[in-house]
């Protein structure tokens, strides 16, 4: 059972717009989310992160949400760029059990010119 | 510059042999992780050591081995038990805190068993 959710396989945004990334939990004891971004043959690379004493951060033009009662977050991209194109994993831990993160499916955006 | 370094890029191997992956990082992490990729799938955890000397399984461990030696060292053996070898393999590492951290990933390893 799939404890970090990215329903979307892929999504198609058009360069200057919003792009707007889901990813859905189970487990109610993660408390520190990340967002990465992988291009392909390369290793993840991290973008933003948020704890769960937040419902929001922002890095440039990312930004990251989190509803803690859905078990929800989102990234926003904007303006969405073509370099943005890339798989996006959301990952997800429990702060107080160590470093391990639990990953999800990825998305795959593609930002077209 | 400080990363984390994974080698060889492509790999190939024969079915029934086992194989080892480097991974080296110098950014002074306590912990390294390494990852499988599958298409269509998330990063799964093999297993990961927080300290040198120790490690851990993760969610996927059957079939491979780790050391860990040295604290900027974390190689992986693929044994001849893992059933489906073919993937991509990502080495991670982070430091340790409260909050957890971001981990900072190699660029992979692509591995092909025929």
Redesign the interface.
């Known amino acids: 059972d799939q404890q ?1 959710k ?1 329903n979307s ?1 892929s999504l198609s945004v058009q360069e200057g717009r919003i792009s707007i990334l889901n990813c859905d939990y189970t487990n109610s004891m993660f ?2 989310f ?1 967002w ?1 971004k992988k291009y392909p ?6 973008l933003i ?1 948020i ?1 769960s004493i937040k419902d929001k951060n922002e890095d440039g033009r990312f930004t990251v949400f989190l509803n803690k009662s859905a078990k929800h977050l989102s990234l926003h991209i904007v303006p969405s760029q073509p370099g943005d194109s890339a798989v996006y ?1 959301c ?1 997800a ?4 059990y ?9 998305t795959r955006l593609s930002v077209l010119p | 510059d400080g990363g984390i370094t994974q080698s060889p890029k492509y790999l190939f191997r024969k079915e029934g042999q086992n194989v080892t992956l480097s991974c080296e990082q110098n950014l002074n992490h306590d912990a390294m992780y390494w990852y499988r990729q599958d298409p269509g799938q998330g990063l799964r955890l093999i297993y990961y050591s927080q300290i040198v000397n120790d490690f851990q399984k993760g969610d996927i461990a059957e079939g491979y081995s780790v050391s860990r030696e040295k604290k900027e060292s974390f190689p992986l053996t693929v044994t001849s038990a893992q059933k489906n070898p073919t993937a991509f393999y990502l080495c991670a590492s982070s430091t340790i805190r409260d909050p957890a951290y971001e981990q900072y990933f190699g660029p992979g390893t692509r591995l092909t068993v025929t």
């Open positions: 970090v990215q396989p408390d520190y990340l990465y043959a390369e290793g993840p690379t991290f992160s704890s994993f990952a831990s429990v702060s107080n160590g470093q391990n993160f639990v990953f999800g499916p990825g």
